[in-house]
């Protein structure tokens, strides 16, 4: 399948040249809502395994080829064979295998930008892989069939750029205090109280959860969780302090607390963690 390097588009390849992956950065009209769409493809038969780490990505997955096995914070088993999905955000390790015929296009979201595009509360992605079928209806089928008939990466990209700008056009924008307060959350690092959050808003912090569960899926307790998680992965690999001031700068109580939350959004210590990065 040949590969067109237009509008910027970012070719990597495995190693071994088992797979190919493909990244554009998203245009104007999707900033702030997508971060960047991927097309991957596999060439060569074989087991691939991935483990993705607890973090901010909603993303929608339209595949044209194999279905990959996903397990939330597991092993796959059989049953766990996931071919178009939307995925909300999971706080834990996602473990992903597919079997050498994988091929699909990506499409990477934030959290309120996925609520826009899809239109639904967030809660109903949580913690869950729903096809694509069951998020986008009788679009999603008629997407994903021109998708798989585009004669090149290039071409599906445009085809899903114009569909995605095209519903989060038509879209109602996030509530402004949800927006603020998500805000708050990512810029001080994880940091800033919910009591806070909620004593700003003049709302308690029952209502705060309820919004912010309906807007971005988790609460805000557990975004800030996720935020501090990802943080504090970014510094150590800086390499530039060791752990115990990587969990006073990050907002943990102390270096113990660090390590129970990787465990728990990882599935790894942070010093298994720097090893294999």
């Known amino acids: 399948m040949p590969v067109e390097m237009q509008h910027h588009d970012q070719l990597d390849r495995s190693v071994a040249g088992r797979f190919e992956m493909v990244r554009r950065a998203p245009g104007f009209q999707l900033e702030g809502a997508v971060t960047d769409i991927c097309g991957y493809r596999e060439t060569t038969p074989g087991r691939f395994r991935n483990v993705e780490f607890a973090s901010l990505t909603v993303p929608l997955v339209i595949s044209f080829a194999e279905p990959f096995a996903i397990g939330l914070g ?3 088993g059989d049953n766990d064979r996931f071919g178009s999905f939307a995925a909300g955000l999971y706080a834990g390790p996602v473990v992903i295998e597919s079997f050498g015929g994988a091929c699909c296009v990506q499409v990477n979201f934030t959290p309120l930008g996925a609520r826009r ?76 109280r919910v009591s806070s959050l909620a004593d700003r808003l003049g709302w308690s912090r029952k209502h705060l959860l309820g919004k912010f569960s309906n807007a971005i899926g988790v609460g805000p ?14 510094l150590s690999r800086q390499d530039r302090c060791g752990w115990a ?33």
């Open 117 to 192: 595009f899809f239109g639904l509360p967030m809660s109903e992605l949580t913690d869950r892989m729903v096809g694509l079928d069951d998020v986008l209806g009788l679009e999603g089928t008629a997407l994903r069939e021109r998708l798989g008939n585009a004669r090149d990466w290039s071409a599906r990209f445009a085809i899903v750029e114009t569909f995605v700008a095209t519903r989060l056009a038509e879209a109602r924008e996030t509530q402004a205090e949800i927006a603020w307060a998500y805000d708050r959350i990512i810029v001080s690092g994880g940091r800033i």
């Open 221 to 234: 307790k557990t975004l800030s969780r996720i935020v501090r998680f990802n943080r504090a992965l970014g």
């Open 245 to 277: 001031d990587i969990a006073a700068d990050c907002g943990y109580a102390d270096q113990a607390h660090l390590v129970r939350e990787f465990r728990d959004l990882a599935g790894e210590t942070p010093t298994t963690l720097a090893a294999q990065a």
């Open 74 to 76: 597991k092993n796959p």
